[in-house]
């Protein structure tokens, strides 16, 4: 079935410590994020079966192609797109999971971007079954089993953009690794839309977006009245960035204007120094930067 309907399925295969303890090289290479899952999923028996977080639980023979397009048909409130790379040294790979809303959505919504490996093949049997080939094998979740919270509500429009790695552990064959990125409601289970990953470019949202993700060299607490941030500038659009305004200030102080100029390509980021701040300390203080 996920042969032939390939655009109907990503597929993660999570390996469990039985029947049989210490025969799944799988579930050994990385037993905290499986056992996480089986812990989230509740799942007592193997095989174990989930589709969409709570469409279905249950035996692997408890569903057919006819509950997959019964659940492919369902409009879903958000589109996915994941681009994988690996190092040159092919040691690593990196994972980057755009998140699009398309209509009113909220929850406890959470962010999996896993890292899989398509095909394990062993020439003798690992285990007592005979099984010599692997699919889709759960290598690690990114960053965490947790995945990455997301805003409570979201409307058309807003996205979430996220990036990870993963420094190889146990990994059979590097050409076998790519990524599947899902949104789930952590309360409720269910999945609202999934991705497999490709190596082609993410199409962003808008053309032109830039993004502050982090601020560099500001130490809390602090006693000094002077602050002298650099602020991490993220191109989240399609189009290459050659300038940006960046504006920022403390408290409700004076607004602060630098003007950079340079070339920014998709997502790529700038360390920006800002020049020097000058403010009345309180006891508490807050920093804002914006482009």
Partial sequence: WQTQNPDKFTSIYYHVNWPSPGNDPMYAANPTDASARVSYYQ??????????????????????MNSVNARWAMPS?????????????????????????????????????????????FNSAPGTNGEKDFYDVMKKMLPTASG??????????????????????????????????????KSTKEVFQTANSTTDALVMPYNNDLQVVDVENVTSPTCNSIVTPSAVVRNN?????????????????????YTWNGSLATLQK????????????????????YT
């Fill in 43 to 64: 799942v007592t028996y193997v095989p174990f079966s989930n589709l969409d977080g709570n469409y279905y639980n249950g035996s692997a023979q408890g569903w057919n």
């Fill in 77 to 121: 409130p958000f589109e996915v797109q994941v681009r994988h790379q690996l190092s040159a040294g092919q040691d690593s790979v990196y994972s980057t999971m755009l998140v699009k809303c398309t209509q009113d959505v909220s929850g406890d919504l959470v962010a999996h971007n896993v890292i899989i490996e398509k095909l394990i093949h």
């Fill in 148 to 185: 990455t919270a997301m805003p409570s509500s979201m409307a058309p429009g807003d996205y979430v953009l996220l990036e990870g790695s993963w420094k190889f552990g146990t990994v059979y064959d590097p050409t076998q690794i790519a990524a599947i990125g899902f949104i789930q409601d």
């Fill in 237 to 257: 659009g399609n189009n290459t960035v050659t300038s940006m305004t960046i504006k920022y200030r403390v408290n409700d102080g004076n607004l602060n204007t």
């Fill in 270 to 289: 700038a360390v920006i120094p800002l020049p020097a701040y000058s403010f009345n300390i309180l006891s508490q203080n807050t920093l804002t930067i």
